[in-house]
């Protein structure tokens, strides 16, 4: 089975950066479809990105685009997000997610990943 695991959240202040790392083993999620979500206290998981493996497109919510940006190592298995301009209301835990059966697409809804990572927590204060 694979697994995701995620890496680079921490304190930061508002206005700075962060890269947040994703790391696949297991299986070759280099030819799958990957995700970015993030969960505040109390409320459902929510997209924040998403990329294709084919063609290579990615889609971002509203309250991000500008500010974030997905890619992927295909080389290492891996896809990040980096994070500018960083607010205070994007405190939460973030997620990355994979799909095998839609490599092509990019995809937004929670429910069509079939594998998640345990989440890593992004802290900005004013």
């Known amino acids: 089975q694979g697994q995701l695991v995620e890496s680079g959240g921490r304190l930061v202040q508002a206005g700075g950066s962060l890269r947040l790392s994703c790391t696949g083993s297991?299986?070759?999620?280099?030819?799958?479809?990957m995700g970015w979500f993030r969960q505040f206290p109390g409320k459902e998981r929510e997209f924040v990105a998403a990329?294709?493996?084919?063609?290579?497109?990615?889609y971002y919510a509203d309250s991000v685009k500008g500010r974030f940006s997905i890619s992927r190592d295909n080389a290492k298995n891996a896809v990040y997000l980096q994070m500018n301009s960083l607010k205070p209301e994007d405190t939460a835990v973030y997620y990355c997610?994979?799909?095998?059966?839609?490599?092509?697409?990019?995809?937004?809804?929670?429910?069509?990943?079939?594998?998640w990572g345990q989440g890593t927590q992004v802290t900005v204060s004013s």
């Open positions: 297991g299986r070759k999620f280099a030819s799958f479809a």
């Open positions: 990329n294709s493996w084919v063609h290579d497109r990615s």
């Open positions: 997610a994979a799909n095998y059966e839609a490599p092509g697409s990019v995809i937004t809804a929670l429910h069509e990943y079939e594998y």
